[in-house]
């Protein structure tokens, strides 16, 4: 069972950078696919990218598009989220999700995937 600890949260200006990480314990871990979400308050959790296995291509939530970056390395069991120029209005908590799920493209929906971390804060000052 994979376990993923995310790390890189904090308080960022609007228009501002930050770059989250996701460590996963499962040395197979270049078999899943890795996705990041985040949730505000009172809010829905969302997709916000994903990384496929194998052949590494990216989706992304249209609102992000543009401005987030999401990579991987295998060899260090890590998962990245880049962001920038961010907005007040992406304040959440976000979460790094891994499914075992194959070659299909990754799933937008986090039922699909299997395994969470404990989530790390980003703030966006206005």
């Known amino acids: 069972q994979v376990q993923l600890v995310e790390s890189g949260g904090g308080l960022v200006q609007a228009g501002g950078s930050l770059r989250l990480s996701c460590a996963a314990s499962e040395r197979t871990f270049s078999r899943y696919t890795m996705g990041w979400f985040r949730q505000a308050p009172g809010k829905e959790r969302e997709f916000v990218a994903a990384?496929?296995?194998?052949?590494?291509?990216?989706y992304y939530a249209d609102s992000v598009k543009g401005r987030f970056t999401i990579s991987r390395d295998n060899a260090k069991n890590t998962v990245y989220l880049q962001m920038n120029s961010l907005k007040p209005e992406e304040t959440a908590v976000y979460y790094c999700?891994?499914?075992?799920?194959?070659?299909?493209?990754?799933?937008?929906?986090?039922?699909?995937?299997?395994?969470w971390g404990q989530g790390t804060q980003v703030t966006v000052s206005s």
């Open positions: 999700a891994a499914a075992l799920i194959g070659p299909r493209p990754p799933p937008r929906s986090r039922y699909e995937y299997g395994y």
């Open positions: 990384i496929q296995w194998g052949s590494s291509s990216t």
